[in-house]
């Protein structure tokens, strides 16, 4: 992918000779020979529960594949909402995974209300707090994004249980794309992270074992409220 995204630039500026040409990724190491380069690490978009969450991934601490963060240079108003970790295990947990699992679902959907209730503590954005307990809700459905590594089915025991719960959960498909990105319909959007990335959420929930790359990758997406569902 390197190496395609290098050729693309090199013959689009020889159609286009001096064309000012902008690229970002969140690797390092991979820009064409000549570019100027600049390292964007400060933490600005997601509070510091959720920014420690993010820089334990591996290609941060181990494959060094990704710059780590430096300090916000901001004062930090607030620590954001703590993060939420529900796990799949014990009695009547079933599925193959959180996502298969209709206790999870319900858990899950259980938060999610308190959240819409004002039940538990004020959710806060990085730069926002946004008060909760009044009428309109504090929180639409349209913030809330469902993320995994692996691809969503409307049998989903989660999905089936969120809805069931009365929160208007959508399984992501090719030609929701622009809908989802613009989260013009209040629902809950379930997605692959790899079709999303770059999308951000108030509040993200990942259900599914946490490792690899998924910190980066999916819990990146939250500007708020972080939800974790593993093993």
């Given at each position: 992918m390197v190496n395609i995204f290098k050729t693309f630039c090199h013959k689009l500026l020889t159609q286009v000779p001096h064309l000012h040409l902008w690229a970002a990724s969140y690797f390092h190491g991979d820009a064409p020979v000549g570019w100027q380069v600049e390292y964007l690490t400060r933490p600005l978009r997601s509070p510091p529960a959720v920014v420690r969450e993010v820089k334990q991934d591996v290609r941060i601490t181990t494959d060094r594949h990704v710059k780590p963060y430096s300090k916000r240079g901001v004062p930090d108003h607030t620590d954001g909402p703590p993060v939420t970790r529900l796990y799949h295990r014990g009695q009547g947990h079933s599925g193959?995974?959180?996502g298969d699992c209709v206790t999870c679902g319900r858990e899950v959907a259980s938060f999610l209300?308190?959240?819409?209730?004002?039940?538990?503590?004020?959710?806060?954005?990085?730069?926002?707090?946004?008060?909760?307990?009044?009428?309109?809700?504090?929180?639409q459905w349209r913030d809330v994004l469902l993320l995994s590594s692996d691809s969503w089915r409307d049998s989903c025991g989660m999905v089936r249980t969120l809805?069931?719960?009365?929160?208007?959960?959508?399984?992501?498909k090719d030609d929701d794309m622009e809908d989802v990105a613009t989260a013009r319909s209040d629902v809950v959007w379930a997605a692959v992270g790899d079709h999303v990335l770059g999308l951000e959420r108030k509040v993200v929930v990942c259900p599914y074992d946490v490792g690899g790359s998924v910190r980066l990758h999916l819990m990146s997406r939250c500007t708020s409220q972080l939800v974790i569902v593993s093993r």
């Open positions: 193959d995974g959180p209300h308190s959240l819409r209730d004002g039940v538990t503590a004020t959710v806060t954005t990085s730069s926002t707090p946004i008060s909760c307990g009044s009428t309109p809700p504090c929180l809805i069931e719960a009365g929160i208007p959960v959508r399984v992501m």
